[in-house]
């Protein structure tokens, strides 16, 4: 029994380890996708902030309209 818990402690071990790593790795490419996609959109993009205004006051409009209904009722 001991020789097959002694097996599967090191394959988890080693799971672990290559799951923290790949973790890693990971964090470290969306980090640097993240950074370098924020340097370009204020590079070359203005236009998010028009949207983010206009989506905005599309909220706003959806926010007024079930108010409006309750006034007509």
Avoid at 1 to 26: H, Q
Avoid at 39 to 50: A, D, H, K, R, V
Wanted: proline letters at 8%; aromatic letters at 2%; hydrophobic letters at 45%.
């Amino acid at each position: 029994m001991e020789k097959e818990n002694d097996i599967p402690k090191s394959v988890v071990v080693v799971l672990l380890v290559v799951t923290i790593v790949i973790t890693m790795i990971s964090t470290i490419i969306v980090y640097s996708a993240v950074t370098f996609s924020k340097t370009q959109s204020t590079q070359t993009l203005p236009p998010p902030p028009q949207e983010s205004e206009m989506s905005g006051k599309i909220a706003l409009v959806v926010l007024e309209a079930p108010s409006d209904a309750g006034n007509i009722k």
